[in-house]
């Protein structure tokens, strides 16, 4: 059977949060092949917008986002973050990037989403923790790096960062791969005995899962066959055998053996 999570599946949805004018729209079209409406003043998003981002051989879905102001927001929009795999904070860095983060966390705090970075970190019953990435967006401009140096000073420790502008390209294909990490997933390759691995669709599995959970991942029948499996990678050695609890890290070939 083939797997399911092949690289041109939907796998992971992350939305882009930000307030007025710090430039959303302008990084999915950069990003991605959607066209969404890039203007120079506020409220230009009036609907959700999607786009896939491409990495490597995964897919991922963005979707852009009326902006997030105190005094309103559309009520639809703290669904769709509610539902997102994560939240990609976009900060406009020729302005006030803290206070802007501020708004962001105090806004979404009353929403009941919660923040996280990487790391994760403690889940408070009842609400919606998001693990989150900010981007300081327009980072071409005149006093940008001393702005994001003063972010970094101050949320550096609970939130991954980078500083790109959407508009001159910088440091997209690093954000590229920031995007991925922020899913906390790992991509491993099935095989047959005896034939190569596809290394175009890889099986996207959450990070810290084992052969066991591969075999579940591509049939439900495999789970209770599966005696072995070889793995190319991770291992000592190529085609090291493997119990059903070894954990795969990104890139193994695996070969399973029911």
Do not use: C
Request: a negative charge; glycine letters at 8%; aromatic letters at 6%.
């Amino acid at each position: 059977p083939k797997p399911s999570s092949a690289a041109s599946d939907v796998y992971k949805r992350q939305a882009l949060v930000g307030v007025p004018n710090a430039g959303k729209s302008q990084l999915l079209a950069a990003l991605t092949n959607a066209e969404p409406e890039v203007a120079d003043y506020p409220f230009t998003t009036q609907r959700p917008q999607a786009g896939m981002v491409a990495f490597e051989n995964v897919q991922i879905q963005m979707v852009d986002l009326p902006p997030l102001t105190e005094e309103h927001t559309e009520p639809w929009a703290f669904n769709i973050m509610r539902n997102a795999d994560a939240l990609v904070l976009i900060l406009d860095l020729s302005q006030d990037p803290l206070a802007e983060l501020e708004i962001i966390i105090k806004v979404l705090g009353g929403q009941r989403i919660t923040l996280q970075g990487e790391g994760g970190g403690e889940i408070e019953p009842g609400t919606f923790p998001k693990r989150s990435l900010v981007i300081g967006n327009k980072g071409d401009l005149a006093g940008t790096k001393e702005n994001f140096a003063i972010l970094k000073e101050l949320y550096g420790e609970r939130f991954s960062m980078i500083m790109v502008s959407a508009k001159e390209g910088l440091n997209l294909e690093k954000l590229r791969e920031k995007l991925y990490t922020l899913l906390d997933v790992l991509r491993v390759y099935p095989k047959r005995p005896g034939h190569e691995p596809d290394l175009s669709a890889p099986v996207i599995l959450k990070r810290g899962s084992t052969v066991l959970d591969l075999a579940q991942e591509i049939h439900k029948d495999f789970v209770s066959k599966l005696r072995y499996a070889r793995i190319w990678g991770s291992g000592k050695f190529d085609g090291q055998r493997v119990q059903r609890d070894y954990p795969l890290q990104d890139g193994d070939i695996i070969e399973l053996h029911i």
